[in-house]
């Protein structure tokens, strides 16, 4: 194919935004996506398909089986997870990747989540240290993304929060059944409850309308397209330019580098089968924690036996995701009142400031309930079938609430990602192996924020609850996975440099959700789309200096 100035792999969250930069400042763009473009119509209201319940299968992809991953239990035993199942540790793979079907909760991280081992030290055993960045660097990107992607919220309620130069641009949805029931109590506690910023159209916005509220929504594409992603944002934005074209169904199965060490372009596997290659000046991986770890360690030559960036073993180390904590309430009265997206209500006075503790987390109402997701929030007690099965979930749907959030993830070296030696996909290529396990005070916090979930509850007036504060068996990723290709000054401690650049390679970058140094106690979403903005525009300005040729 004809040569381009750079490659995206991966277009989701942070893939599309950089596309749309470099597409807008006059680059030549090829986009790659392994998934399809789905929208609202091929996929129905399906309550037991959705990204929340795969055990049908992904509606948003892997669309089969022939993806498999590899994990390592605690005793030391491999185990083969499809993508149907939770221990894959799927995010989703599509035009838009997660932000096409998730909840969209938008959060910027607090400026203490970017010195973490200043602010508190490292505990042993764990791998924190603080960013090669500060979040006055990416407050400018942060507003950005509120802007272009479009974001809704009212900041007002708390202090907790960085400082902002500008409002965000929607006000929030008006407030729910579970909002007038949590927030003077949350208030009677002493908290500054406020409504969740979201990636979600409140009013009419760019375009496209707002949000009808309906109860498919985290899990689902959105029927109005009311909810922001890059698959409605920066993607049609980066096409439109016509520098950009975008493949989907390919599979990227290598970066090919020259016998200077300096990426010259991809492998790859089109929608009928047939390998190919797409040449480029630069080459960008936005593939997501998990896959962009795994395209640089299967991308092995002889200047790189151990794959791209990985000369001090540290490509798939200190991989994250959150360890979600919380308690449901169960009241005599009603609580549900069937408006989406339900998640409406939360407290960041939690994330910082705990003596003793390393962190903490925003807590907030969980997003609607499906009838499915009752299945492990009714009381332990209760049988999985049957009668008293069905009464329960009579008494219990329409009267209760689930309080929960993402704990602040300690990181571990021993945490990673590396290539299974045995086993591969369809594509013949050696496919993801995770390995160790989540730090243990990451249990410690999230121990401590179930209990602080379950005082809110109490306070509304739940007259019973359970706590939710499991201890997973695995290394936690998922839908939040993040920290493979760690962001650092150092290239003994880390992949890219604060630009995103990999210390090895000047014209190879790493831009998703794999150079997060720590992840924070919020969904990390906007704080993706941020870095992404902030890498691409010193890969621009870098670009109209020296095109990246020494």
Same mark, same amino acid.
């Given at each position: 194919?004809?040569?381009?100035?750079?490659?995206?792999?991966?277009?989701?969250?942070?893939?599309?935004?950089?596309?749309?930069?470099?597409?807008?400042?006059?680059? %030549?763009?090829?986009?790659?996506?392994?998934?399809?473009?789905?929208?609202?119509?091929?996929?129905?209201?399906?309550?037991?398909?959705?990204?929340?319940?795969?055990?049908?299968?992904?509606?948003?992809?892997?669309?089969?089986?022939?993806?498999?991953?590899?994990?390592?239990?605690?005793?030391?035993?491999?185990?083969?997870?499809? +993508?149907?199942?939770?221990?894959?540790?799927?995010?989703?793979?599509?035009?838009?990747?997660?932000?096409?079907?998730?909840?969209?909760?938008?959060?910027?991280?607090?400026?203490?989540?970017?010195?973490?081992?200043?602010?508190?030290?490292? +505990?042993?055993?764990?791998?924190?240290?603080?960013?090669?960045? *500060?979040?006055?660097?990416?407050?400018?990107?942060?507003?950005?993304?509120?802007?272009?992607?479009?974001?809704?919220?009212?900041?007002?309620?708390?202090?907790?929060?960085?400082?902002?130069?500008?409002?965000?641009?929607? +006000?929030?949805?008006?407030?729910?059944?579970?909002?007038?029931?949590?927030?003077?109590?949350?208030?009677?506690?002493?908290?500054?409850?406020?409504?969740?910023?979201?990636?979600?159209?409140?009013?009419?916005?760019?375009?496209?309308?707002?949000?009808?509220?309906?109860?498919?929504?985290?899990?689902?594409?959105?029927?109005?397209?009311?909810?922001?992603?890059?698959?409605?944002?920066?993607?049609?934005?980066?096409?439109? *330019?016509?520098?950009?074209?975008?493949?989907?169904?390919?599979?990227?199965?290598?970066?090919?580098?020259?016998?200077?060490?300096?990426?010259?372009?991809?492998?790859?596997?089109?929608?009928?089968?047939?390998?190919?290659?797409?040449?480029?000046?630069?080459?960008?991986?936005?593939?997501?924690?998990?896959?962009?770890?795994?395209?640089?360690?299967?991308?092995? %030559?002889?200047?790189?036996?151990?794959?791209?960036?990985?000369?001090?073993?540290?490509?798939?180390?200190?991989?994250?995701?959150?360890?979600?904590?919380?308690?449901?309430?169960?009241?005599?009265?009603?609580?549900?009142?069937?408006?989406?997206?339900?998640?409406?209500?939360?407290?960041?006075?939690?994330?910082?400031?705990?003596?003793?503790?390393?962190?903490?987390?925003?807590?907030?109402?969980?997003?609607?309930?499906?009838?499915?997701?009752?299945?492990?929030?009714?009381?332990?007690?209760?049988?999985?079938?049957?009668?008293?099965?069905?009464?329960?979930?009579?008494?219990?749907?329409?009267? %209760?609430?689930?309080?929960?959030?993402?704990?602040?993830?300690?990181?571990?070296?021993?945490?990673?990602?590396?290539?299974?030696?045995?086993?591969?996909?369809?594509?013949?290529?050696?496919?993801?192996?995770?390995?160790?396990?989540?730090?243990?005070? *990451?249990?410690?916090?999230?121990?401590?924020?179930?209990?602080?979930?379950?005082?809110?509850?109490?306070?509304?007036?739940?007259?019973? *609850?359970?706590?939710?504060?499991?201890?997973?068996?695995?290394?936690?990723?998922?839908?939040?996975?993040?920290?493979?290709?760690?962001?650092?000054?150092?290239?003994?401690?880390?992949?890219?440099?604060?630009?995103?650049?990999?210390?090895?390679?000047?014209?190879?970058?790493?831009?998703?959700?794999?150079?997060?140094?720590?992840?924070?106690?919020?969904?990390?979403?906007?704080?993706?789309?941020?870095?992404?903005?902030?890498?691409?525009? %010193?890969?621009?300005?870098?670009?109209?200096?020296?095109?990246?040729?020494?």
């Amino acid at each position: 194919m004809n040569r381009v100035n750079a490659v995206v792999v991966g277009a989701g969250a942070a893939g599309g935004i950089v596309a749309k930069a470099l597409s807008t400042a006059g680059l %030549s763009v090829v986009l790659f996506e392994r998934g399809k473009w789905y929208t609202a119509n091929d996929c129905r209201k399906d309550d037991l398909r959705n990204q929340r319940t795969t055990v049908l299968g992904n509606a948003f992809g892997p669309d089969d089986e022939g993806n498999p991953r590899v994990w390592v239990d605690v005793a030391g035993a491999t185990h083969i997870a499809l +993508p149907s199942e939770g221990a894959y540790q799927n995010n989703a793979a599509c035009v838009g990747g997660g932000t096409l079907s998730y909840g969209a909760q938008a959060w910027r991280y607090l400026p203490q989540d970017f010195r973490m081992r200043s602010t508190y030290g490292a +505990p042993a055993g764990s791998s924190l240290e603080d960013w090669p960045i *500060t979040y006055d660097d990416l407050e400018p990107f942060y507003e950005k993304a509120e802007y272009e992607i479009g974001i809704s919220g009212d900041y007002s309620g708390t202090p907790f929060h960085g400082p902002r130069r500008r409002d965000l641009p929607m +006000p929030p949805l008006p407030p729910n059944r579970e909002f007038e029931i949590l927030e003077p109590a949350a208030k009677r506690l002493g908290l500054h409850p406020f409504h969740i910023p979201m990636a979600r159209n409140s009013v009419p916005y760019n375009g496209r309308g707002p949000c009808m509220r309906c109860r498919w929504c985290v899990g689902f594409a959105c029927e109005v397209d009311a909810k922001n992603g890059s698959q409605n944002t920066v993607i049609p934005t980066a096409l439109a *330019t016509g520098n950009c074209v975008l493949h989907t169904e390919c599979m990227v199965t290598e970066i090919l580098t020259d016998d200077r060490g300096r990426a010259r372009g991809v492998s790859w596997i089109d929608e009928h089968g047939h390998r190919r290659q797409q040449l480029s000046d630069i080459v960008v991986v936005s593939a997501c924690a998990i896959e962009s770890a795994r395209l640089l360690l299967n991308s092995k %030559s002889r200047l790189f036996p151990n794959g791209l960036g990985n000369r001090y073993d540290q490509v798939g180390r200190n991989l994250q995701g959150h360890h979600y904590t919380g308690a449901t309430g169960y009241f005599d009265f009603e609580t549900y009142d069937d408006v989406g997206p339900g998640a409406s209500i939360a407290v960041t006075d939690y994330n910082h400031g705990t003596p003793g503790l390393c962190g903490g987390g925003m807590l907030a109402n969980e997003f609607i309930r499906l009838p499915i997701h009752m299945l492990d929030r009714l009381p332990g007690e209760t049988p999985r079938w049957g009668p008293a099965h069905k009464q329960a979930m009579r008494a219990y749907h329409r009267r %209760s609430i689930v309080v929960m959030g993402p704990t602040q993830q300690i990181p571990t070296a021993a945490g990673r990602v590396t290539v299974d030696p045995g086993v591969k996909d369809k594509w013949d290529l050696p496919v993801a192996r995770f390995e160790g396990n989540v730090h243990p005070h *990451t249990f410690e916090i999230g121990e401590i924020q179930a209990r602080r979930a379950e005082a809110w509850l109490k306070e509304a007036g739940a007259l019973r *609850t359970s706590i939710g504060a499991g201890k997973p068996s695995l290394v936690s990723a998922g839908q939040h996975q993040a920290g493979t290709c760690r962001m650092g000054d150092d290239p003994h401690g880390s992949v890219v440099n604060k630009n995103c650049q990999l210390h090895d390679i000047d014209n190879l970058f790493v831009i998703d959700s794999s150079v997060h140094v720590t992840n924070g106690g919020f969904n990390p979403v906007l704080t993706i789309m941020a870095i992404a903005y902030f890498a691409s525009d %010193s890969l621009v300005r870098n670009w109209k200096g020296t095109q990246f040729r020494s």
